[in-house]
Structure formats: C-alpha cells, structure tokens
C-alpha cells in the first residue's frame, strides 16, 4: 500500500489522474516492486475544478460515490476512493463491492459506508443524486463485515484505513 500511495502521489504532484485503480492496473516484480499501470483513462487535472471531467471512468466495482452520481468536477479522492477498495480487498480476500450497474453499486457503498445524510441530498448538486436517494437510509457496518478468514474488520484495520486516507 505504501508503494501504491507514494505512486500516486508522485503522479497527483505531476496533475495526473489515473481514474482506473484496481487490482489489475498494478504490477509487482519478482523483487516486490510495486508499478502503477495502464494510464489509459488517465487525465490532468487542476486543483480549482475549473475544467469538468467525465463522470464514467473508474472500473465500476472501484468507483466512488461522486463518480456514481454524476459529477464531473473532482480530483485526487476518485484514486484514494479506489485505493481504499484495494486495500479493503486485500484485507477481506475478495473484492469488497462487486456490482453489476451503477445503482448496484451505490447500494453496495450505501450498505458498506452508509448513506449519506439527508442534508447531503438536501444541498446536492449532483445530476443524479435525486435518482439514487436510498428509500431507507442505510448506517456504515465496516466493523461488522466478515473478512476471508470469517473474523469480523479489526478495529485496527478500520483506524489504519482512516489513518491512510486522512
């Protein structure tokens, strides 16, 4: 993860996005050598949001919620988002939210993280955001999921993530 974050960093320091982080864009040697791959999604960016991106980039099971709603204005979160599933797929066995479309997928986010607040969906401005307002709101249950050897997420693991991502 280390290499993976300090990859990203060199390339967010550069204006680069990658907008494609899965467990397939990344490439280890025989040495343990970590290399970021395949920047064919990839875009510059600038910190001010002036210039709208696509929305549809992002393998779906590692695209954030933004993405999933539509917005075009974003920047280095969309790669730490999908670092944060790496790790999270890693740490359980198997990937953490395979869904099959979008709206899949954001109820598998909502299920895993929680929905948003409804003042969230209040002062949203996101195109899609209306069509995806979950019914019932859903609370995170990260310290309740069940990793590959049947424990349920650490505590340890929860704050190591959170300490990654702060």
């Known amino acids: 993860m280390h290499q993976l974050l300090t990859g990203l960093k060199h390339c967010h320091s550069c204006g680069v996005l990658h907008r494609d ?3 397939s864009n990344i490439l280890l040697d025989n040495y343990g ?3 970021i791959a395949d920047f064919g999604l990839s875009s510059v960016f600038d910190n001010q949001g002036k210039y709208p991106l696509t929305s549809r980039v992002v393998t ?5 919620p933004e993405l999933l709603l539509g917005e075009v204005h974003y920047g280095v979160a969309v790669d ?7 790790l999270g797929e890693l740490y359980a066995g198997r990937p953490i939210m395979p869904g099959r479309k979008e709206v899949e997928q954001l109820h598998k ?3 895993l993280c929680g ?5 969230y969906w209040k002062k949203s401005r996101l195109p899609s955001a209306v ?6 709101p859903d609370r995170s249950c990260l310290g309740e999921t069940k990793v590959s050897s049947g424990e349920k997420l650490s505590l340890n693991f929860l704050s190591l993530l959170f300490s ?3």
């Open 115 to 119: 929905s948003p607040s409804d003042d």
């Open 164 to 166: 990654v991502f702060s």
């Open 33 to 35: 050598k970590l290399k």
């Open 131 to 136: 069509l995806f307002k979950p019914r019932e």
């Open 60 to 64: 779906l099971w590692y695209r954030p």
């Open 80 to 86: 730490l988002w999908s670092t944060g599933c790496i």
């Open 109 to 111: 986010i909502y299920k």
């Open 21 to 23: 982080i899965k467990c």
